[in-house]
């Protein structure tokens, strides 16, 4: 797979706050899920992990289309190879398998602001994300099953944010669902007009940017970790964290903040 970095596809947005918004920027090929893309998403994440100046995530897009999913040119010229191309599809898919879990285990909270269409990967990339914000005039579907290649990857984020017969109804029949019905089986939070989406993700990213950064990364873990316990367990899991957590700095100066009626001070 190419490892040269594209870096004009996805640009790089600081605003204040701690808020890094990242854009696709590649209109021309539908903001498509390329090895490029892939590559550059991973690597700006990757270093927003460990960055302390970053609080809050954004991915966002210019055009409108979202991002259609794998670029399809690349799949087709890949089937030149000796081996059919095998190897490469494994190695793609498993690369962008690899950038979803990294978003799901990012200590940052990442929100997806969709604009325009989100298919198959697309829709996999807004699932994946933490929190999600449409416009109202957004779309999203997962169609591989019309061109013989199911969203089986897409799936795996697709299948763990709604419930299963809204991610089999999507995933079979590959209709297209509007931002009201994305919202009704919980794909995305909430819709608003177009022109106000931007202002709406920055506001909401600033809100929780305001928030200790230690508690928002422990609380985003043990969200995670705690949905493929069993009960019993995700309570013992859960009440350990909570233990832990009382006595930490930043909950100390939050109670007593709380109790004398001011706003906290938190270490980071």
Known sequence: MNMNINKKILLKEKHNNGILRLVLNDPKRKN????????????????????????????????????????????????????????????????????????????????????????????????????????????????????????STPMVALSRSVSSKDAMKMLLTAEMIDASEAKRISLINEYVEENELKQ???????KISKKSANVVQLGKKAFYKQLNMNLSDAYKYTSKIMADNVLKEDAIEGINAFIEKRKPNWKE
């Open 32 to 151: 498509a899920l390329s090895e490029d893309m892939i590559l550059s998403l991973n690597s700006h994440i990757s270093a927003s992990s460990v960055d302390k100046s970053v609080k809050v995530i954004i991915i966002s897009s210019n055009s409108n289309v979202f991002s259609s999913g794998h670029n399809l040119k690349e799949i087709s010229t890949a089937r030149e190879k000796k081996d059919s191309g095998s190897s490469y599809f494994m190695e793609l898919f498993d690369s962008c398998s690899s950038l979803m879990q990294l978003i799901v285990n990012c200590p940052k909270p990442v929100i997806a602001e969709v604009n325009g269409v989100a298919t198959a990967a697309g829709c996999q990339l807004v699932a994946s994300c933490d929190l999600a914000i449409a416009s109202s005039n957004s779309k999203f579907a997962t169609p591989g099953v019309d061109i013989g290649l199911f969203c």
């Open 200 to 206: 709406y993700v920055l506001s909401l990213a600033d």
